[in-house]
């Protein structure tokens, strides 16, 4: 497939001039996408040049072209994958037939909502991370920033165009209510409860994209299974573009740890007191803030035993992550899974059918591949003498979706009276005070090179430029 054709209002890599009606549909719906980007999108951004990358191919070598662009002026378009005249259909029961070009009758309702769930999320963490330019720690995390906003921007674009393309009527009301909702909004929230917090400060937002991307990629990688090619096309071209959200989390919150570590040795102290005075954000802190997105995050994935994950796989919309790699029927009616529950105030493991508990298995995939990042955080510290390790906690603390909500359980797993979480709730979950403290610290950074007392700087630039590139121009 050629690169992308960007003389057109709409930059795409579908033959959108092919068909009249959906691209004057769609372009009716861009103009009311810019201004809910002037509204909700970054605060203050609307003059500056940022070093952006934009997708110019789907071709897995050079998708993506580096140059400052002014922000509004980005050309948010629709790439999918190239369609592969043979796949097949790998799972569930029409395993071995052509997957479908388009929405077949009996699966539209639960195509749609698996569409409709996924696009809200998109236009909804721009929505939540608006604020934070303003406190930025550099030109090069500034940047970051807004390249993660510009592409849940795009990501947004690839659903709208799925619901447009596929859906009819329905499907473009639907399209008009993601720029409807807001996070947080009192009258029309988002849809999952995540996209309704705050990401105040940008502590919050590298958890943000470490744990709550991640969520993205894992729900993508399931959806890029699809029988449902459009579907599948879309979101393999959108998990290129999620590494480097979650990049920015990974290694943002490991610059943090670096600089904290680096205070904690010149100090010589662990006192979270001491190391504030000296303007860096505690260890203990830091878990605080882990243990709130950790726990909120995996709630994203849904109720641990659900018919509807079952419906989804059987009729194969919705495969899980990694399907093709795995070696079972890839039917799964006669498997079981372990799933928790409390029996007289404690957790135990029960048996359950595996198509209804698909929502754990890829609750579970995620949280192996989080524990493993948190493992390179580890290794921060370890480089640096210090002998604190960050964890993640227990499946079932602080959760508020499916059989663990509405118990009280601590970090390292054990079932609590409310009198017992309420005494140590403080030392486990981000206190006022610690989200005060943390907002203290945010000022905006702007020369280029220069960073924020509380963090280190990156090992190296975005796209082999150097760290004190000019990532943004402020004009
Ligand atoms: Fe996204
Ligand atoms: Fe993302």
Same mark, same amino acid.
């Given at each position: 497939?050629?690169?992308?054709?960007?003389? +057109?209002?709409?930059?795409?890599?579908?033959?959108?001039?092919?068909?009249?009606?959906?691209?004057?549909?769609?372009?009716?719906?861009?103009?009311?996408?810019?201004?809910?980007?002037?509204?909700?999108?970054?605060?203050?951004?609307?003059?500056?040049?940022?070093?952006?990358?934009?997708?110019?191919?789907?071709?897995?070598?050079?998708?993506?072209?580096?140059?400052?662009?002014?922000?509004?002026?980005?050309?948010?378009?629709?790439?999918?994958?190239?369609?592969?005249?043979?796949?097949?259909?790998?799972?569930?029961?029409?395993?071995?037939?052509?997957?479908?070009?388009?929405?077949?009758?009996?699966?539209?309702?639960?195509?749609?909502?698996?569409?409709?769930?996924?696009?809200?999320?998109?236009?909804?963490?721009?929505?939540?991370?608006?604020?934070?330019?303003?406190?930025?720690?550099?030109?090069?995390?500034?940047?970051?920033?807004?390249?993660?906003?510009?592409?849940?921007?795009?990501?947004?674009?690839?659903?709208?165009?799925?619901?447009?393309?596929?859906?009819?009527?329905?499907?473009?009301?639907?399209?008009?209510?993601?720029?409807?909702?807001?996070?947080?909004?009192?009258?029309?929230?988002?849809?999952?409860?995540?996209?309704?917090?705050?990401?105040?400060?940008?502590?919050?937002?590298?958890?943000?994209?470490?744990?709550?991307?991640?969520?993205?990629?894992?729900?993508? @990688?399931?959806?890029?299974?699809?029988?449902?090619?459009?579907?599948?096309?879309?979101?393999?071209?959108?998990?290129?573009?999620?590494?480097?959200?979650?990049?920015?989390?990974?290694?943002?919150?490991?610059?943090?740890?670096?600089?904290?570590?680096?205070?904690?040795? +010149?100090?010589?102290?662990?006192?979270?007191?001491?190391?504030?005075?000296?303007?860096?954000?505690?260890?203990?802190?830091?878990?605080?803030?882990?243990?709130?997105?950790?726990?909120?995050?995996?709630?994203?994935?849904?109720?641990?035993? @659900?018919?509807?994950?079952?419906?989804?796989?059987?009729?194969?919309?919705?495969?899980?992550? +990694?399907?093709?790699?795995?070696?079972?029927?890839?039917?799964?009616?006669?498997?079981?899974?372990?799933?928790?529950?409390?029996?007289?105030?404690?957790?135990?493991?029960?048996?359950?059918?595996?198509?209804?508990?698909?929502?754990?298995?890829?609750?579970?995939?995620?949280?192996?591949?989080?524990?493993?990042?948190?493992?390179?955080?580890?290794?921060?510290?370890?480089?640096?003498?210090?002998?604190?390790?960050?964890?993640?906690?227990?499946?079932?603390?602080?959760?508020?979706?499916?059989?663990?909500?509405?118990?009280?359980?601590?970090?390292?797993?054990?079932?609590? @009276?409310? +009198?017992?979480?309420?005494?140590?709730?403080?030392?486990?979950?981000?206190?006022?005070?610690?989200?005060?403290?943390?907002?203290?610290?945010?000022?905006?950074?702007?020369?280029?090179?220069?960073?924020?007392?509380?963090?280190?700087?990156?090992?190296?630039?975005?796209?082999?430029?150097?760290?004190?590139?000019?990532?943004?121009?402020?004009?």
């Amino acid at each position: 497939m050629s690169g992308i054709n960007y003389s +057109e209002k709409i930059p795409n890599n579908v033959n959108l001039s092919g068909d009249r009606t959906l691209q004057r549909a769609l372009e009716h719906w861009q103009p009311n996408y810019l201004q809910w980007w002037r509204d909700m999108g970054p605060e203050a951004s609307q003059n500056f040049d940022v070093y952006l990358r934009t997708a110019v191919s789907v071709q897995p070598d050079g998708w993506a072209n580096f140059d400052h662009v002014k922000m509004p002026d980005y050309r948010w378009g629709i790439f999918l994958a190239p369609q592969d005249g043979l796949r097949k259909a790998h799972f569930g029961e029409n395993i071995g037939r052509d997957v479908w070009q388009e929405a077949p009758g009996e699966h539209r309702a639960n195509l749609r909502r698996i569409i409709v769930t996924q696009g809200d999320t998109e236009p909804a963490s721009v929505e939540q991370q608006r604020h934070l330019g303003l406190t930025a720690p550099s030109q090069y995390d500034l940047r970051n920033l807004f390249q993660v906003n510009v592409e849940e921007g795009r990501h947004l674009w690839a659903m709208v165009y799925l619901l447009h393309r596929y859906f009819g009527r329905d499907g473009r009301e639907e399209a008009d209510a993601l720029l409807q909702r807001n996070s947080g909004s009192e009258d029309s929230p988002r849809i999952l409860g995540a996209f309704n917090e705050k990401t105040p400060d940008w502590l919050a937002f590298y958890m943000f994209t470490y744990f709550t991307d991640r969520d993205g990629k894992f729900q993508l @990688s399931a959806l890029a299974e699809s029988q449902f090619d459009p579907l599948a096309r879309t979101t393999k071209f959108m998990l290129t573009e999620e590494a480097h959200h979650m990049f920015v989390g990974e290694s943002g919150v490991s610059r943090v740890l670096q600089r904290t570590a680096q205070v904690m040795n +010149e100090l010589k102290t662990e006192d979270p007191g001491s190391l504030r005075a000296a303007g860096v954000i505690d260890l203990q802190t830091i878990q605080r803030y882990i243990n709130f997105h950790y726990s909120v995050t995996i709630d994203l994935f849904g109720a641990d035993q @659900s018919s509807n994950a079952a419906i989804f796989y059987s009729s194969g919309l919705k495969g899980r992550y +990694e399907e093709g790699k795995r070696t079972d029927d890839h039917q799964l009616k006669n498997d079981t899974y372990r799933v928790l529950e409390v029996v007289n105030g404690e957790l135990r493991e029960i048996e359950v059918p595996m198509l209804n508990a698909l929502n754990e298995v890829l609750r579970d995939d995620f949280i192996r591949d989080t524990v493993a990042g948190v493992g390179r955080w580890n290794k921060v510290l370890e480089k640096q003498g210090i002998a604190f390790r960050l964890t993640v906690p227990h499946k079932a603390f602080n959760r508020k979706i499916g059989t663990l909500a509405g118990i009280r359980v601590a970090p390292d797993g054990t079932v609590l @009276s409310e +009198e017992q979480w309420k005494a140590n709730e403080n030392a486990w979950l981000p206190t006022p005070e610690d989200r005060e403290f943390v907002g203290s610290l945010m000022g905006r950074v702007v020369e280029p090179g220069k960073f924020a007392n509380w963090i280190a700087p990156p090992a190296i630039g975005i796209n082999r430029q150097p760290v004190n590139f000019e990532y943004v121009r402020f004009n």
